[in-house]
């Protein structure tokens, strides 16, 4: 029943959304905050370590600088001390309000060394970069299609009791790879319209 309604979601995603995407407008279909990681993986955020970013506050719009329309520079993040016994942290941004059938990955980063403090000195440290939903590896900046409603970003940051391969570079390989893994996790949501 469960497999049935996703291939009809992912149907009417395929159908009525992703076409917005090139031609704006507001779409019929999303792909739904039901889809996000967090929920996937039954998780409710325990605030641990704490996330925020120098450039908004949870639920306020990100800055231009930050999306396809400024100069496309992912946001500063940080996070305090996570739980005692993490040995590497993962970031996944997610779009859930894309029409696209799952939500539109924007930067997963893996192996982040808990006591990085900031993503600047994790991805100085060697964390690994992984593909956003571009096939690309790095930051997708925010680009929802023009005249469609805001768009929200969800920052999702899990603190895991092992480090993970190196071979993990996509959202459903995060998924998998951290699932029974996770001892805390935060979220920051950041907003953007054209």
């Known amino acids: 029943m469960i497999a049935t309604m996703d291939l ?36 409710n955020p325990t605030g641990r370590p704490a996330l925020s970013s120098d450039a908004f506050t949870d639920g306020a719009p990100i800055p231009v600088v930050h999306t396809a329309d400024g100069d496309g520079t992912p946001p500063p993040l940080r996070w305090e001390t996570p739980p005692p016994a993490t040995r590497s ?4 941004v997610e779009d859930p309000d894309a029409p696209t059938p799952n939500p539109f990955v924007h930067w997963v980063v893996t192996n982040i060394a808990p006591a ?4 600047e000195q994790a991805l100085a440290k060697g964390a690994h970069v992984g593909r956003n939903s571009m096939f690309r590896s790095g930051w997708a900046p925010c680009a929802p299609p023009k005249g469609d ?36 996790s935060s979220l920051l949501v950041g907003s953007y319209r054209r």
Do not use: M, N, W
């Not at 159908?15 to 704006?24: E, S, Y």
């Open 8 to 43: 009809q979601h992912t149907v009417r995603c395929l159908v009525r959304g992703v076409p917005h995407i090139f031609l704006g407008g507001v779409p019929a279909e999303r792909a739904g905050d039901d889809r996000l990681a967090l929920h996937k993986l039954g998780l």
């Open 116 to 119: 990085s403090g900031t993503l």
């Open 89 to 92: 942290l993962a970031l996944l």
């Open 149 to 184: 409603e805001t768009h929200r970003y969800f920052f999702q940051l899990f603190a895991l009791t092992r480090e993970l391969r190196s071979g993990v570079s996509g959202r459903a390989a995060l998924l998998s790879a951290i699932r029974g893994r996770v001892i805390g």
